[in-house]
């Protein structure tokens, strides 16, 4: 199984390298990033130590597609892809939160509903709901941004202001783009049978000060995503609900005695289930995309990725 768990390349004009939980930035001249998104899979804030086949390549494809499909409501950082694992856009600096939006108590928010909280991040959550229920309208429960191997903390718009993470004004336009890309999200998704749950959007700043969209956006690494149809039947029943997301990884590893905490170890991943993962994978690009995926050349990654970026760079 051929896969990219690491770079370390050497582009023309190259000044620094940002490596992330999943993704490997690489900053090169004339204020251009280069962004790598390696096979790598992410869980509780924790890398597990095998990568998945064609992982990379599906999240990059996910998040083209998706920028090209909001660019007309929110301007985001890419210019082109030049590489089926590689993304080139401006150079930001990135606000140092993620956006996180829910339209449902699900994951995270309903995980801490059952140890009895009624608010995240600020945010007062309904008495009453059932796991997967619908909120009212949307809610922002904002996280910080960790780097690897560090955990991404709930924080509320208060103490993001009162701290000074991010500027009045400009959270006012992350709220606004926030918003706009959930709704525009839940209306691509129900045209594919599925309701977008929740999702992350990550912002930065370009050099010349405009704020514009970073990073993923409605990937199964960055949303959840339920199927509609049987969806109220399910509530109704109180069953679980058929969903399009990474938290059947996430399942997998708490059935296993993982959930990040300390002193727990990362249980062993099988080839045949990491082999279930990708296709898993594999199904998710093709339902939230409504296109088949075709597998990119896995011969040598690396020097597929290096020989596409430097002859984009050099053209």
């Not at 390298?17 to 204020?31: F, L, P």
Request: proline share 4%.
């Amino acid at each position: 199984m051929n896969t990219i768990t690491y770079t370390n390349f050497s582009f023309p004009g190259q000044k620094s390298i940002y490596k992330g939980k999943v993704r490997e930035v690489y900053a090169v001249a004339n204020d251009v990033l280069v962004m790598i998104a390696t096979d790598r899979l992410s869980a509780f804030d924790v890398v597990m130590p095998k990568g998945i086949p064609y992982k990379g390549q599906i999240l990059n494809q996910i998040a083209t597609k998706m920028m090209a499909d909001t660019s007309d409501i929110v301007p985001n950082w890419l210019t082109a892809t030049p590489d089926p694992n590689v993304a080139v856009g401006y150079n930001c600096e990135p606000f140092k939160i993620e956006m996180v939006i829910r339209g449902y108590m699900s994951g995270h928010a309903a995980r801490e509903y059952k140890a009895g909280k009624r608010e995240l991040c600020g945010v007062a959550m309904p008495s009453g709901m059932k796991e997967n229920d619908k909120f009212p309208s949307p809610i922002i429960t904002p996280a910080t941004k960790a780097e690897m191997g560090d955990h991404d903390e709930d924080i509320s718009k208060e103490d993001i202001l009162k701290k000074g993470i991010v500027s009045t004004e400009d959270y006012a336009v992350l709220e606004q783009y926030t918003y706009a890309l959930f709704k525009r999200g839940t209306e691509i998704a129900a045209d594919r049978g599925l309701i977008l749950v929740d999702t992350k959007y990550e912002f930065g700043k370009t050099t010349d000060g405009k704020i514009v969209l970073i990073d993923e956006i409605h990937t199964p690494d960055s949303s959840r995503y339920f199927y509609a149809e049987g969806y109220q039947e399910r509530q109704d029943k109180g069953e679980a609900q058929k969903q399009l997301s990474k938290e059947f990884v996430r399942q997998w590893l708490i059935s296993n005695g993982f959930q990040g905490l300390e002193g727990q170890k990362v249980p062993e991943m099988t080839d045949e289930y990491i082999i279930s993962v990708s296709n898993r994978y594999i199904e998710l690009y093709e339902k939230i995309t409504g296109e088949q995926f075709i597998k990119a050349d896995t011969d040598n990654i690396l020097e597929r990725i290096e020989k596409n970026v430097v002859s984009y760079l050099k053209s």
